[in-house]
């Protein structure tokens, strides 16, 4: 079983749409990270956070640290939104575990 | 633009072949990683550097070899690789261990 895991795997949504992108871990973390992959590769970290809610634009990530869980919110979907949505969490002496991603495709 | 440049962007190689990776940062951070991502499945560390010293070699075969020659530049040299070997080599960096992760575009090797 991994340490992060996400839900959905595969999510489709109609442009507009509010979308949310499920995580839950089971080990001790210092920080929860959203980070986003559109096809071609390369992976930019979107949120990292140790508590609470952060937002920026249309995005929204919140976490439960009691819980050990995180959500990553997209209002007003868009097309350019498409792409792999992976969690990830680190812990002190720089060891990070991965989801196995989330892939998002938004049609106009 | 993260700030971390890989070349070459794609890579197909013979078995026999002996090829190089590159990863380049200058946003002065003193860890560097190469993970490697495998369809449907989590990225997977293989190396960690933190101040040019390797730290961290995740059980990985002998025919990947990193070098760091400085705190910038990050290679991963590839010998007699197989065919399961083919997957999206991602760099990265950041400032010190736990913090954001900066990524590179990732080399899609195929192992012929």
């Known amino acids: 079983k991994n340490e992060v895991e996400q839900s959905p795997q595969n999510l489709t949504a109609q442009e507009g749409e509010f979308i949310t992108i499920n995580c839950s871990y089971s080990?001790?973390?210092?920080?929860l990270h959203w980070l986003q992959q559109h096809p071609g590769g390369g992976i930019v970290s979107l949120f990292m956070?140790?508590?609470g809610k952060k937002k920026h634009g249309r995005l929204i990530a919140t976490i439960n640290i009691q819980e050990k869980h995180s959500s990553l919110h997209i209002t007003a979907s868009h097309p350019r939104d498409s792409a792999v949505y992976i969690c990830?969490?680190?812990?002190?002496?720089?060891?990070?575990?991965f989801g196995t991603g989330t892939s998002l495709t938004v049609i106009p | 633009e993260t700030g971390v440049t890989q070349t070459p962007r794609h890579l197909v190689m013979g078995m026999t072949n002996k090829k190089s990776l590159k990863c380049e940062q200058h946003?002065?951070?003193?860890?560097m990683y190469w993970y490697k991502q495998s369809a449907k499945k989590p990225l997977e560390l293989m190396f960690v550097?933190?101040?040019?010293?390797?730290?961290e070699n995740n059980s990985v075969p002998s025919r990947f070899s990193p070098e760091c020659p400085n705190s910038s530049h990050l290679f991963l040299h590839l010998h007699t690789l197989q065919p399961e070997d083919s997957a999206l080599y991602l760099c990265?960096?950041?400032?010190?261990?736990?913090?954001?992760?900066?990524f590179g575009s990732g080399t899609q090797l195929s192992v012929l």
């Open positions: 990830a969490v680190s812990q002190p002496g720089n060891q990070f575990y």
């Open positions: 990265a960096s950041n400032q010190k261990p736990g913090e954001k992760l900066f």
């Open positions: 550097y933190n101040f040019k010293e390797q730290t």
């Open positions: 080990v001790g973390i210092s920080a």
């Open positions: 956070l140790s508590s």
């Open positions: 946003l002065g951070h003193n860890a």
